[in-house]
């Protein structure tokens, strides 16, 4: 009913940049908030950064300043530009998104592996 694909992951060396990108498609009325999430190894998975339908953001503290998210709400997509990456960034990354179909559901995409080398 609801799929999230994601895009942008790869081998970088520390201090280099990714932007990963995700696209929701399917039957659904419309898309309330989207964040990406990441799940280390032996790690729980952790929220990294949010975005509201509105556009107000929220952020792990550790990524302020180095990473941004935005969305394109028309074409329901959501992007995270990463910058001055750190070794510690290195995780899988998992899009999500809370969509309203016949009722709020929460998905989530299948993710897309972000390896940063020292």
């Known amino acids: 009913q609801v799929q999230l694909v994601e895009s942008g992951g790869g081998l970088v060396q520390a201090g280099g940049s990714l932007r990963l990108s995700c696209a929701a498609s399917g039957n659904f009325l419309r898309i309330d908030d989207m964040a990406w999430y990441r799940e280390a190894p032996g790690k729980q998975r952790e929220l990294v950064a949010l975005v509201t339908r509105g556009g107000s953001t929220n952020y792990l503290e550790s990524v302020k300043g180095r990473f941004t998210i935005s969305r394109d709400t028309g074409k329901n997509m959501v992007y995270l530009q990463m910058s001055s990456l750190k070794p510690e960034d290195t995780a899988v990354y998992y899009c999500?998104?809370?969509?309203?179909?016949?009722?709020?559901?929460?998905?989530w995409g299948q993710g897309t592996q972000v390896t940063v080398s020292s």
């Open positions: 999500y998104a809370l969509v309203f179909t016949t009722y709020l559901g929460s998905y």
